[in-house]
């Protein structure tokens, strides 16, 4: 399967995008060049292959959630542009209450 320069130019209108002439014949060689690439995975012979997320076993390393001393809170907002009441504040961002 191949893709023509009016295929390019249809996709990349649906995508919104535009595209010059030089840009639409590097796009048509990349894609025809993926839509290789996919006939050749296509013709292999799987049979007996087990479907697979990853070709490696794969495992999370993770350490265990356990809680730990950090900053005072005095030290973490000291360097704050400004606090109140032991924390930050900061300037609102959501619904000012004037544009319902």
Not at 34 to 48: F, K, N, Y
Not at 49 to 73: K, L
């Amino acid at each position: 399967m191949s893709l023509s320069e009016h295929d390019v130019r249809h996709v990349a209108m649906l995508a919104r995008l535009g595209l010059t002439d030089e840009e639409t014949k590097a796009m048509q060689s990349d894609l025809n060049s993926i839509l290789g690439h996919i006939d050749e995975i296509q013709r292999l012979d799987l049979a007996g292959v087990e479907p697979m997320a990853h070709a490696i076993e794969v495992v999370n390393v993770t350490r265990p959630d356990v809680a730990r001393p950090s900053f005072p809170q005095a030290v973490a907002i000291s360097n704050a542009p400004l606090a109140e009441n032991g924390a930050f504040v900061i300037p609102q961002i959501t619904g000012g209450g004037d544009d319902e």
